[in-house]
């Protein structure tokens, strides 16, 4: 499971905060096998995993997609008004607008009751 978290545990006897890192940024390197291994089963891509109540948890550096194992990378720019997800099946980056919300960077906003609002949620 890849969550954003602020906290991570890095064993189970002590509680570590490790800054999450900006994978978008140019100068983004894949953090050493030790922070992103979990009993050497697991191995998270983009972020660092821990154990939470039994469970193994990766978390996602900044611009990574939510995923099993932190594996995509998500740096499409999608303004004030949408959030950045990875499509797996077309292999690409798209925005997942806020209600009322389209456009490719979620910037056009429709409000409740107009004619393109309710164009657009007929389908």
Do not use: W
Request: charged letters at 20%; proline letters at 4%.
């Amino acid at each position: 499971m890849c969550m954003q978290t602020g906290l991570e545990t890095t064993s189970q006897r002590s509680t570590t905060i490790i800054p999450r890192l900006d994978a978008c940024n140019s100068s983004y390197v894949l953090r050493p096998v030790k922070e992103r291994s979990c009993m050497g089963m697991y191995n998270c891509v983009y972020g660092t995993c821990f154990t939470q109540a039994k469970m193994i948890v990766c978390q996602r550096d900044i611009g990574v997609a939510p995923g099993q194992l932190c594996e995509h990378k998500c740096c499409k720019d999608c303004g004030a008004h949408g959030r950045c997800y990875y499509n797996v099946t077309q292999k690409e980056e798209r925005c997942n607008c806020d209600a009322n919300y389209t456009g490719s960077m979620c910037e056009i906003y429709n409000p409740p009751g107009t004619m393109r609002s309710l164009l657009r949620n007929s389908f």
